[in-house]
Nanobody, 121 residues
Framework: QVQLVESGGGLVQAGGSLRLSCAASERTFSRYAMGWFRQAPGKERELVAAITSGGSTNYADSVKGRFTISRDNAKNTLYLQMNSLKPADTAVYYC???????????????WGKGTLVTVSS
């Protein structure tokens, strides 16, 4: 059982930056594909960015060029650097761990409880 704990959310003005972190309890963290998802009020949860165990990354079109996903396997930690934030980025951001099941397709078995990011205009 992998436990995931997100941190780093908060209130930021449009154009600002935040860095989210996700600490994993599992020493086999490096084996998992990891992802950041988000859910805005009244909307479905969507994939923001993912990174495989080998370091390959995938981003939603809406965040390409602004967000960067990375992982530190020595620290069992996943990161999401978010720059040039927009009000449309306001959402609860979730960390997830799982497996690659196809091209840019993932089966996430473990989820954190989420951290709220609010971007004011």
């Amino acid at each position: 059982q992998v436990q995931l704990v997100e941190s780093g959310g908060g209130l930021v003005q449009a154009g600002g930056s935040l860095r989210l972190s996700c600490a994993a309890s599992e020493r086999t963290f490096s084996r998992y594909a990891m992802g950041w998802f988000r859910q805005a009020p009244g909307k479905e949860r969507e994939l923001v960015a993912a990174i495989t165990s080998g370091g390959s990354t995938n981003y939603a079109d809406s965040v390409k060029g602004r967000f960067t996903i990375s992982r530190d396997n020595a620290k069992n930690t996943l990161y999401l650097q978010m720059n040039s934030l927009k009000p449309a980025d306001t959402a609860v951001y979730y960390c997830a761990a799982g497996w690659v099941v196809g091209a840019n397709s993932y089966d996430m078995d473990y989820w954190g409880k989420g951290t709220l990011v609010t971007v004011s205009s």
